[in-house]
């Protein structure tokens, strides 16, 4: 596990020097497990280097109820293959998510793909958690992801994400994305 704090230390010192892209996005989530709303934070930093895309995300939600902050930060490493970008990406959860009340690390592997539509950029993407415990909570995702340019170096976003198996979640959201 130290490996891969070190593995998210060293990618984020390196996406910040190197970042392409930073985007914010605001979800209103619905947790379809414990059914109850609440509002998701992201930060995403991307980069493209020699061909390889590389990804730094965090993830905070806070749930109308009170229940408290529940939070996530993860790297990911991709590939772009023709039409389709597979990637595999590894991350910390601070055990909220999903109920299990414990923090773990977690895997991810799936594959992206995008186009242009209209004025825009519709993105689509799946991808699901492989973890290191049987007992981590189980995650599927589908991504739509529909962008659009408002000038050279930013552009917005309407979000649809839903996540399937152990943790239930809806989301729907604005986003925000600034080019260097």
Same mark, same amino acid.
């Given at each position: 596990?130290?490996?891969?704090?070190?593995?998210?230390?060293?990618? =984020?010192?390196s996406? =910040?020097?190197?970042? +392409?892209?930073?985007?914010? %996005?605001?979800?209103?989530?619905?947790?379809r +497990?414990? &059914?109850i709303?609440?509002?998701?934070?992201?930060?995403?930093?991307?980069a493209?280097v020699?061909?390889v895309?590389?990804?730094? =995300?965090?993830?905070?939600?806070?749930? %109308?109820?009170?229940?408290?902050?529940?939070?996530?930060?993860?790297?990911? *490493?991709? &590939?772009?293959?023709?039409?389709?970008?597979?990637?595999?990406?590894?991350?910390? %959860?601070?055990?909220?998510?999903?109920?299990?009340?414990k923090?773990f690390?977690?895997?991810?592997?799936? *594959?992206?793909?995008?186009?242009?539509?209209?004025?825009?950029? =519709?993105?689509?993407?799946?991808?699901?958690?492989?973890?290191?415990? +049987?007992? %981590?909570?189980?995650?599927?995702?589908?991504?739509?992801?529909? !962008? *659009?340019?408002v !000038?050279? &170096?930013? !552009? *917005?976003?309407?979000?649809?994400?839903? !996540?399937?198996?152990?943790?239930?979640?809806?989301?729907?959201?604005?986003?925000?994305?600034?080019?260097?």
């Amino acid at each position: 596990m130290k490996k891969i704090l070190i593995a998210l230390s060293v990618m =984020l010192t390196s996406m =910040l020097t190197m970042a +392409q892209t930073v985007g914010v %996005d605001v979800d209103r989530v619905y947790n379809r +497990q414990l &059914k109850i709303y609440g509002d998701a934070h992201w930060m995403r930093v991307n980069a493209t280097v020699d061909g390889v895309n590389y990804g730094l =995300l965090n993830r905070t939600t806070k749930y %109308d109820t009170g229940l408290g902050l529940w939070n996530n930060l993860e790297g990911s *490493v991709g &590939k772009t293959l023709g039409a389709f970008t597979p990637f595999v990406a590894a991350g910390y %959860d601070d055990g909220r998510n999903g109920g299990i009340n414990k923090a773990f690390w977690y895997t991810r592997v799936g *594959v992206g793909t995008g186009f242009a539509m209209g004025p825009g950029r =519709l993105n689509l993407s799946v991808n699901t958690r492989v973890n290191f415990e +049987q007992s %981590d909570p189980k995650q599927s995702i589908v991504s739509v992801v529909y !962008s *659009v340019p408002v !000038s050279d &170096k930013v !552009s *917005v976003s309407l979000r649809v994400i839903n !996540s399937y198996q152990t943790i239930k979640e809806d989301y729907r959201g604005v986003g925000l994305t600034y080019r260097f």
